[in-house]
C-alpha cells in the first residue's frame, strides 16, 4: 500500500513562487505516474499537472502552463511541483496522486479516477 505525503504548502502574495512535494512510501515511486490535483473551496478537484513514470512526459492543465512544473526524483521517490507567478485564483489545496498506470495522454493523465492513492494535501494560499 503505497502512501503519499505532500508538504510545501503557505501563504504567499501574488507573484510568488512554492515548491510542493509529495514523498512516498510503501511502493516504489517510479512504478507510478504521478499526478498534482487542487480543489478549491466550493469547487470540485481539477487535473494540474502530470508526470510519467520515467519523467520523460509531462502534462499540464491550460491554466498553469508556464508558471508550474512538475518533476520528480525516483531515487528520492519524491514529485514536486514547483509553482512560479502564483495568482489568487490558484488558492487550494493540492493533492498528489500515484497511478495512471496505462495512461497514454492528456485526457486520461488528467482524470482523477486513473489514480489509485492520493496523498492528504496541502493548502496553498495566495494573496492579491
Known amino acids: 500500500q503505497v502512501q503519499l505525503a505532500e508538504s510545501g504548502g503557505g501563504l504567499v502574495q501574488a507573484g510568488e513562487s512554492l515548491r510542493l512535494s509529495c514523498a512516498a512510501s510503501?511502493?516504489?515511486?517510479?512504478?507510478?505516474?504521478m499526478g498534482w490535483f487542487r480543489q478549491a473551496p466550493g469547487a470540485d478537484r481539477e487535473f494540474v499537472a502530470a508526470?510519467?513514470?520515467?519523467?520523460?512526459?509531462?502534462h499540464y492543465t491550460d491554466s498553469v502552463k508556464g508558471r508550474f512544473t512538475i518533476s520528480r526524483d525516483n531515487a528520492k521517490n519524491t514529485v514536486y511541483l514547483q509553482m512560479d507567478s502564483l495568482k489568487p485564483e490558484d488558492t487550494a489545496a493540492y493533492y498528489c496522486?500515484?497511478?495512471?498506470?496505462?495512461?497514454?495522454?492528456?485526457?486520461?493523465?488528467?482524470?482523477?479516477?486513473?489514480?489509485?492513492?492520493w496523498g492528504q494535501g496541502t493548502r496553498v494560499t495566495v494573496s492579491s
Open positions: 496522486a500515484a497511478g495512471a498506470d496505462y495512461c497514454l495522454g492528456y485526457d486520461c493523465f488528467s482524470t482523477a479516477r486513473q489514480y489509485d492513492h
Open positions: 508526470v510519467s513514470r520515467s519523467g520523460s512526459v509531462t
Open positions: 510503501g511502493r516504489t515511486l517510479s512504478d507510478s505516474a
